[in-house]
């Protein structure tokens, strides 16, 4: 399946129905969960100006991605940044512990964008929610 990322490859493309559910809520301290992957809690830090999820987990870069890229963007847009508990439920995404295909690391990226904007009460357009997510896959 990933020679369809080299030129002159072909493939077919099909939709799925299957998505990523991501609930947060206001914390005292910022925290993600995502137990598809087996992290009941890995707290999240900000260090030389940057946000750090404290895991060893290397499938946790695409979420550390899209918190710097959307917590920077809600900065320059001067709202006031809250801490949270961030829950990550992809498990759609997965057959037997088998990842299933491409898609499912931009329906996180999705997903963690528009909870953290409504976290914050941002209002904004799907377009917005794309590029940041878009932006945030691509510094992954």
Not at 58 to 70: G, Y
Not at 121 to 130: G, K, P, R
């Given at each position: 399946e990933w020679s369809v990322l080299e030129p002159g490859n072909r493939c077919l493309v099909v939709p799925i129905n299957r998505f990523v559910i991501c609930q947060i809520q206001e914390a005292a301290q910022s925290t993600l969960s995502a137990p598809t992957l087996g992290i009941t809690t890995a707290i999240i830090t900000y260090k030389n100006d940057s946000y750090e999820?404290?895991?060893n987990n290397?499938?946790?870069?695409?979420?550390?991605?899209?918190?710097?890229?959307?917590l920077r963007f809600l900065s320059e847009q001067n709202v006031a940044l809250k801490k949270f508990n961030?829950?990550?439920?992809?498990?759609?995404?997965?057959?037997?512990?088998?990842?299933?295909?491409?898609?499912?690391?931009?329906?996180v990226c999705v997903?963690?964008?528009r909870a953290?904007?409504?976290?914050h009460?941002?209002?904004?357009?799907?377009?917005?929610?794309?590029k940041l997510a878009t932006l945030a896959h691509y510094h992954a």
């Open positions: 999820i404290e895991s290397s499938q946790l870069l695409m979420a550390q991605a899209v918190l710097n890229t959307t961030l829950t990550i439920n992809s498990d759609q995404f997965f057959y037997h512990q088998q990842k299933l295909g491409f898609g499912s690391s931009a329906a997903g963690i964008t953290l904007l409504t976290l009460n941002f209002i904004t357009d799907n377009l917005t929610i794309f």
